[in-house]
């Protein structure tokens, strides 16, 4: 099988594709022929030693893939060989070859192509997660997406339409803001030239906003939180802007209103069941036409260090998938 490696915590660029053993399956665990697999954020935060994770060196990049079922363990009846599936694994994807627990993987409809199927555990499944179980969205609420163009904004702006919600879209140029709207947004924002309070004051009026899903941090946090509506919900979900904001916290005081983490990966793992079934939800709306992840380029696997490099630049609108 062929993998990309890190063998240091570096730069993208310094990732390399070599050649390994193709491993067996071990007890509740598949082994998985990688047709797509998703590149996002944390992916390049781990190769560099920035992420909450660091993996034992060395290690492959990749959290998750989709593709076909090649063998499977011992104690695995709900999967087969041959099966189409996609599996999160948090490391390992960019590779020919992905073993996978098999508890953390989803079999797939004929109908669900493998680079969609590949974006749906990780930037979905984070947005499933934050807008239903921590922000409680309703119908009928107003939603701001921060980064709306983004794998995890635009993700947002979908799922927030599929809620019954009232979307406000935010990115740093027209371009963004535009693709945000045709999947979507009912209102958009730059808020590189636009003050964002001001602008949401206008949008949202006294009542403000329900629902703040944030995957940006910096700078526009705390003119974000400030548009807040009472009882109004802050989601944590990372920092793709740079820097960790410090939101006083007499705002939340005032407004009533909560600031909430989104960590998705924990999340999976204590509850499984409960993320099964957003997943299952999500693969029925793609095959329904209710939601249409955006896949903006597809790069074979040696250009890896390159998608890596486009996703922390902020090159890169909807998702990006590599192609072992």
């Not at 060196?57 to 076909?68: K, Q």
């Not at 526009?220 to 990372?238: H, K, M, N, P, Q």
Request: some cysteine.
């Amino acid at each position: 099988m062929r993998a990309l490696t890190c063998t240091r915590f570096d730069q993208p660029e310094t990732l390399s594709v070599t050649e390994h053993p193709t491993p067996t399956p071990g007890p509740g665990e598949i082994l998985l022929r990688v047709h797509a697999a998703s590149v996002n954020y944390p992916d390049a935060l781990m190769v560099m030693g920035q992420y909450q994770v660091r993996p034992p060196l060395p290690f492959t990049p990749g959290a998750e893939a989709a593709g076909i079922i090649e063998a499977v363990g011992k104690g695995v009846t709900h999967l087969t060989v041959g099966q189409r599936a996609a599996a999160f694994t948090g490391t390992g994807a960019f590779a020919t070859h992905l073993i996978a627990p098999a508890a953390a993987t989803l079999p797939l409809p004929d109908t669900l192509e493998f680079g969609v199927a590949a974006t749906l555990p990780l930037a979905y499944g984070t947005v499933m997660h934050a807008l239903i179980d921590r922000g409680q969205l309703r119908a009928g609420e107003t939603l701001l997406v921060l980064g709306a163009a983004g794998g995890v904004g635009l993700a947002a702006v979908m799922i927030g339409k599929a809620l019954g919600a009232r979307v406000i879209a935010a990115a740093s140029t027209d371009e963004k803001l535009a693709l945000a709207r045709a999947h979507g947004a009912d209102e958009t924002i730059n808020y590189a030239t636009t003050d964002l309070k001001d602008a949401l004051k206008t949008l949202a009026g006294k009542a403000g906003v329900d629902v703040i899903l944030d995957p940006v941090g910096d700078r526009w946090a705390e003119s974000a939180f400030r548009a807040i509506a009472w009882g109004g919900r802050y989601l944590v979900v990372g920092f793709a802007g740079g820097e960790i904001p410090k939101l006083p916290l007499n705002l939340p005081l005032l407004k009533g209103a909560s600031v909430v983490g989104v960590f998705w990966g924990e999340y999976a793992r204590r509850d499984p069941r409960g993320n099964a079934r957003h997943l299952q939800q999500l693969a029925t709306w793609v095959t329904e036409g209710t939601i249409t992840p955006l896949i903006s380029a597809r790069y074979p696997l040696e250009d890896a260090p390159r998608a890596l490099r486009d996703l922390l630049e902020r090159r890169v609108t909807g998702k990006v998938i590599l192609t072992p």
